[in-house]
């Protein structure tokens, strides 16, 4: 009874090797362009894990029932293998499912801090809205590292750019620290900004307190809260210093 066991899951080990050229043949990486999907393993993965759970079941089922007939007990063993198959398989998704909603959790925590490290309290042209040459912006940070920001303008919301800032510097900064921040402006072309964009940041560099670098976009109507990589927020009005 032993012999024909281990016959059939000498068969079940070999039937690996053809799947297994099927597998890396058939499902070869396929598409083009921006799309390229990798099936690789789609057969030979749950193949390897069915058959060895299939010799696993059999074999116990075997030592447990040595006057059974070999047919009927590899079929029930067959059937007992995929249920486990698919249960540890549902049972994977639900782990994975439950990783993924914590590390969403644990980054939106993440992102909330970033959104309150560095406030805009309010920002004017300098000298005066009609001729400026500089942007300053009153902030307050509410994490420790480095502060830098630039700034742009443009006739509306994807129209031309009228300004932008060079030679913003970095300076270190403290928790609840602050400061007026200069942004130069250099101008492409003539004309009055309807649109401006203000983009704040912090790094934490070494010794700094937030739990990761910031950039915070301060825009009109942001279509988005956090898009991934940056945060967005209201830009307030310019007030008149």
């Known amino acids: 009874m032993w012999k024909q066991h281990l016959v059939i899951c000498a068969v079940l080990a070999l039937l690996a090797v053809p799947l297994y050229f099927a597998d890396m043949y058939l499902l070869k990486r396929s598409g083009g362009g921006w799309i390229s999907l990798n099936l690789n393993g ?4 749950p193949y390897i894990a069915l058959a060895a759970l299939h010799i696993c079941v059999s074999s116990l089922a075997l030592f447990q029932f040595p006057g059974a ?44 801090q970033l959104r309150n490290a560095v406030e805009l309290q309010r920002w004017w042209y300098v000298p005066n809205p009609d001729m400026p040459t500089e942007l300053h912006v009153r902030v307050k940070v509410n994490e420790s590292g480095s502060f830098s920001g630039n700034a742009d303008g443009r006739v509306s919301d994807v129209g031309e750019m009228i300004f932008n800032t060079v030679d913003t510097p970095h300076r270190k900064v403290g928790k609840g620290e602050e400061f007026t921040y200069i942004l130069p402006l250099h101008f492409l072309k003539q004309g009055k900004a309807e649109r401006v964009s203000i983009t704040l940041y912090l790094f934490k560099g070494e010794g700094g307190s937030a739990p990761q670098d910031a950039t915070i976009i301060f825009e009109d109507k942001p279509a988005s809260e956090y898009d991934g990589n940056f945060i967005y927020k209201q830009i307030p009005p310019p007030s008149l210093q």
Do not use: C, N, T
């Open 69 to 112: 007939r070999l047919l009927s007990l590899h079929i029930a063993a067959g059937i007992v293998s995929l249920g486990l198959l698919i249960a540890g398989f549902l049972i994977y998704m639900r782990l994975e499912d439950a990783r993924s909603q914590a590390d969403y959790s644990k980054r939106m925590e993440i992102v909330q």
């Open 42 to 45: 789609l057969i030979i993965v």
